[in-house]
């Protein structure tokens, strides 16, 4: 069955089509639109030929026919794809569940109106997502069907020990504002994927995530379940990030609304739009481009940038050992995670009195391996740490298929 992938942003959507088969899974077309409501730049690969596109993309539902369009025009490159009528399902990545939604959903109008509940929670991120539906909808007709898959599901069995913030029970009762985590398609992929390395049950699966991409946020996992995350309400919380400043202390929102005469709304797009490895460098929200820039240019502010994302990561590490209770493995994923073996050092090394023996050399190497995926602890680390690459998409097109499979 063939089911496409979308990642609908506010101004970017991300798409993938992917080809699950009993005993194969794998992707025939991958590819991003940026820059939609402008001149758009789309990036489509089909096997190992990429085609970069512009045209002027108003909306989600133009970006779609777009993407679609230009998909069949190229379908003679798809092996096996017969067009349109081959597109058995959509599963989409919504970003905020709420309390309601513990797994993915097939949608249905009283899912869709349950999604537009939670835009409150979520205003960015939401509404896109719904658009996205819509949008289908419009394109594939009404009888395609579709399947929402959260970020905020898989730290539904938190406990509430977790997830209450200390503030007058009211505000919770009255309007929800609790902590919800995010990026838990990708914990639950590579939780899952530990689990095959290193043949343990879900009971046995005590670890710490840390998905370090342009988003940031760590989880602690005990027997196989969210216990917590560093993300709260929204994705602000938590690690320090690209642009968002995570963890901070409430009143300098007053304080730099008075002092620069800014707006609460303007204060809370500087914690997440210009903050972070941004806000502290001035350079770059850029991960890779900060290393380089120390490397070129020792820039103080550049090293102050890193060193900070890594203190705060390794913090939440010591939290959640304490948290989970005796930990299986430390894993690392996104782009960061997967990539740097500077980032990765210099948040788990040094830690042999917390039953971390990390392996810089094993580390090292795996910069340079073609499959990210290894151990970079050593023998006998009384906690293994592991590089594991995040697969969101292929979770939300199992995720999809199964449901489409079950409602046959
Ligand atoms: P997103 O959260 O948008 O999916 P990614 O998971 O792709 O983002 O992560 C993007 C981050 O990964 C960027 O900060 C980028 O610089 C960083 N990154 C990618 N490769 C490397 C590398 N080799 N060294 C350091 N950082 C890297």
Redesign the pocket.
């Known amino acids: 069955m063939n089911i496409l992938v979308l990642n609908n942003g506010s101004s970017s959507l991300k798409f993938q089509l992917a080809a699950l088969e009993d005993h194969s899974e794998s992707i025939l077309v991958s590819g991003v639109v940026e820059r939609i409501g402008g001149e758009a730049l789309v990036t489509i690969q089909i096997e190992d030929k990429t085609f970069k596109l512009t045209s002027p993309i108003r909306d989600t539902t133009q970006a779609l026919n777009f993407v679609i369009k230009n998909i069949i025009q190229h379908q003679d490159l798809i092996a096996g794809f017969k067009g349109l009528g081959d597109i058995h399902g959509v599963g989409h990545r919504v970003v905020h569940g709420g309390e309601r939604f513990k797994a993915s959903v097939l949608i249905d109008k009283d899912i869709l109106s349950a999604l537009e509940d939670c835009i409150e929670l979520a205003p960015l991120h939401n509404p896109a997502n719904i658009k996205g539906i819509e949008a289908i909808q419009d394109i594939l007709g009404p009888k395609i069907p579709q399947v929402a898959v959260f970020d905020t599901a898989f730290h539904a069995t938190m406990p509430e020990s977790a997830w209450l913030y200390a503030l007058p029970y009211s505000s919770y009762r009255r309007h929800k504002i609790r902590r919800y985590g995010f990026h838990g398609t990708s914990y639950r992929y590579v939780s899952e994927r530990y689990r095959e390395v290193s043949r343990i049950r879900a009971e046995e699966c005590n670890i710490i995530i840390f998905h370090?991409?342009?988003?940031c946020s760590a989880c602690a996992i005990r027997g196989g379940e969210s216990i917590d995350t560093s993300m709260g309400m929204t994705p602000t919380e938590g690690l320090v990030m690209?642009t968002r400043a995570g963890d901070l202390d409430p009143s300098v929102i007053e304080m730099i609304g008075t002092k620069e005469g800014m707006t609460f709304h303007e204060v809370q797009s500087l914690l997440n739009r210009n903050s972070g490895?941004l806000g502290i460098s001035g350079i770059t929200?850029?991960?890779?481009?900060?290393?380089a820039e120390v490397a070129e240019h020792q820039d103080r502010r550049a090293q102050l940038a890193i060193d900070i994302f890594a203190y705060r990561a390794r913090k939440y590490l010591g939290a959640y050992i304490a948290a989970i209770g005796p930990v299986k493995a430390v894993i690392f994923s996104?782009?960061?995670g997967?990539?740097?073996s500077?980032?990765r050092e210099k948040i788990a090394d040094g830690l042999e009195h917390m039953g971390l023996l990390f392996d810089k050399d094993a580390n090292v190497k795996l910069?340079k391996a073609k499959e990210k995926l290894g151990k970079i602890s050593k023998t006998g680390s009384p906690v293994e740490i592991y590089v594991i690459p995040?697969n969101e998409e292929i979770m939300i097109a199992r995720d999809t298929l199964k449901l489409i499979q079950a409602q046959a």
Do not use: A, P, V
């Open positions: 370090l991409g342009n988003g690209g490895l929200s850029d991960m890779r481009d900060l290393i996104g782009g960061i997967e990539n740097s500077l980032i910069d995040t």
